[in-house]
């Protein structure tokens, strides 16, 4: 299975401001998936990045706000901008490697101050 | 679209009781099931997932789910709680055509001794 790399593990920052969570794959995936977990709550899907294509996002969802990249594909970043409060939460992204195996990073907490 | 209802937000069991852990799924085509569990402020882990065969899963922990699809079901069981099993548990689906996982609001697994 795949392992993944997700950093920060954590941050507070304040509002207004843009974090940038990135993930490293350790092998090639075609796809890779940001999540959102809010307190107490479940995964909502964000995003879907596929390497060499503009992401595909949920809906509720905007580019402006949670810009993707995919630059190769072993990695990819998930940036959310102009923090509010509201974005506090656990961001996890996930890769699919192969007969359906997910695999998810740690997850970053976010706290906006 | 894909979609997973789980009910009952909260489970309690006693230490050495059977853990049961409903899942209910809405598919188009046949669905590929997961359950992942959450310990406090960890990341997922996969318990088991259901693909095609067999439809009665075992996972990790002694736990394993029966796919049933007259009932459209997924339910995780165990057959003795242990305290250790304490934690969030999520089902999940895959949707074949996107390789989306869509997650179910959880269920949260306590154990009482």
């Known amino acids: 299975s795949a392992v993944i790399s997700q950093k920060p593990s954590r941050d507070i920052c304040q509002r207004g401001t843009s974090l940038t969570i990135q993930c490293q794959v350790d092998?090639?995936?075609?796809?890779m998936f940001w999540y959102r977990q809010q307190p107490g709550q479940s995964l909502t899907l964000i995003a879907t990045?596929?390497?060499?294509?503009?992401?595909?996002?949920e809906s509720g969802f905007v580019i402006d706000k949670f810009p993707i990249s995919r630059p190769n594909l072993t990695f990819s970043t998930l940036t959310v901008s102009n923090m509010s409060p509201e974005d506090s939460s656990i961001y996890l992204c996930?890769?699919?490697?192969?007969?359906?195996?997910?695999?998810f990073g740690s997850g970053t907490r976010l706290t906006v101050v | 679209a894909q979609s997973v209802t789980q009910l009952g937000s909260h489970v309690s069991v006693s230490e050495g009781a059977l853990v049961l852990l409903r899942c209910n799924y809405s598919?188009?085509?046949?669905?590929?099931l997961f359950w992942y569990v959450q310990y406090p402020n960890q990341g997922l882990q996969l318990l088991l997932k259901?693909?095609?065969?067999?439809?009665l899963v075992k996972g990790i922990n002694g736990f394993e789910a029966e796919f049933k699809k007259s009932e459209t079901s997924f339910h995780l069981t165990k057959p003795s709680a242990h305290m250790s099993d304490a934690a969030e548990y999520f089902c999940?689906?895959?949707?074949?055509?996107?390789?989306?996982?869509?997650f179910g609001t959880g269920t949260r697994l306590q154990v009482f001794p």
């Open positions: 990045a596929n390497q060499g294509s503009e992401a595909t996002y």
């Open positions: 996930s890769v699919e490697h192969g007969n359906y195996g997910y695999t």
């Open positions: 999940a689906v895959s949707d074949r055509n996107t390789d989306k996982l869509i």
């Open positions: 598919s188009s085509v046949p669905p590929y």
């Open positions: 259901y693909t095609t065969g067999a439809t």
């Open positions: 092998s090639q995936v075609t796809m």
